[in-house]
């Protein structure tokens, strides 16, 4: 098809084709927002996690086994509110992952479409490659029919010299 002259082509689905090639465009975008979204949500929670054991490891009594129970208190709250922000974010974590799961499904959707698109666009350009190749191979024959009948022409006046005088 590299030889062949396509100035006559015109594909009549390409706009829906160049819209399907922007849906997979847009939806790789949306994909890779998703998945930086995820991984922030992902950091944040292992943070809370950590700062969470942190404090319950700082809340244990000091080496000489006296109970503060004022520091203990304020520890137990400062682990609790870490924890209820470690379920918080683990959560966020999951919506993440919920919706790069979305994204990715639509990616799929979106990447199917555009190769329909393009193997139909492929299997109309070879039809009409075929069409012109039937059409020159037409006029060829034709050409070839009338150059033999005036050759034949030719030849039979040729082989009666006494019908022309």
């Known amino acids: 098809m590299s030889g062949t002259d396509l100035r006559g082509f015109e594909y009549a689905m390409e706009p829906a084709r160049q819209r399907a090639h922007h849906r997979v465009d847009t939806s790789i975008s949306q994909l890779g927002q998703c998945q930086q979204a995820l991984s922030r949500a992902r950091q944040k929670e292992q943070e809370l ?16 086994g006296v109970i503060d129970p004022w520091r203990a208190m304020a520890a137990s709250g400062q682990w609790l509110q ?3 922000a470690g379920d918080l974010a683990e959560e966020a974590r999951r919506k993440c992952e919920a919706e790069v799961a979305d994204a990715q499904r ?26 012109l190749a039937r059409r020159q191979q037409t006029i060829v024959d034709q050409d070839w029919l009338a150059r033999q009948q005036h050759v034949r022409a030719e030849a039979s006046s040729a082989s009666r010299p006494g019908e022309r005088e």
């Open 49 to 64: 996690r950590e700062r969470c054991g942190d404090v319950a490891r700082n809340s244990t009594p000091s080496h000489s």
């Open 82 to 84: 870490l924890r209820k």
């Open 106 to 131: 639509q990616l799929n959707r979106a990447r199917i479409e555009q190769e329909t698109f393009d193997t139909h666009r492929r299997d109309v350009l070879a039809e009409h490659v075929l069409t």
